[in-house]
Nanobody
Framework: QVQLVESGGGLVQPGGSLRLSCAAS????????MVWYRQAPGKQRDLVAS???????TYADSVKGRFTISRDNAKNTVFLQMNSLKPEDTAVYYC?????????WGQGTQVTVSS
């Protein structure tokens, strides 16, 4: 089993930055892909970014060039650096880890972009 704990969310003005962290309860070295999702009120949960053990990254078109996903296997942590934030980035951000036929989720961290 994998427990995931997100942190780093908060209120930020448009154009600002936040860095989200996702700490895992076990080594993530055996977890091939780590993923960030987000869910805005009344909307479905959408993939934001993913990263493989080999460092291959993918991004939603809406965040390309603004967000950067990274992972530190030694610290069992995945990060999401978010720059040039927009009001439409407001959502609850979730970390996810597909592992051994199951998918594990964190509790989410709220990101609000507003002036």
């Amino acid at each position: 089993q994998v427990q995931l704990v997100e942190s780093g969310g908060g209120l930020v003005q448009p154009g600002g930055s936040l860095r989200l962290s996702c700490a895992a309860s076990r080594s993530i070295g055996s977890i091939r892909t780590m993923v960030w999702y987000r869910q805005a009120p009344g909307k479905q949960r959408d993939l934001v970014a993913s990263i493989t053990n080999g460092g291959i990254t993918t991004y939603a078109d809406s965040v390309k060039g603004r967000f950067t996903i990274s992972r530190d296997n030694a610290k069992n942590t995945v990060f999401l650096q978010m720059n040039s934030l927009k009001p439409e980035d407001t959502a609850v951000y979730y970390c996810s880890a597909p592992w051994r036929a199951s998918v594990y989720w964190g509790q989410g961290t709220q990101v609000t972009v507003s002036s």
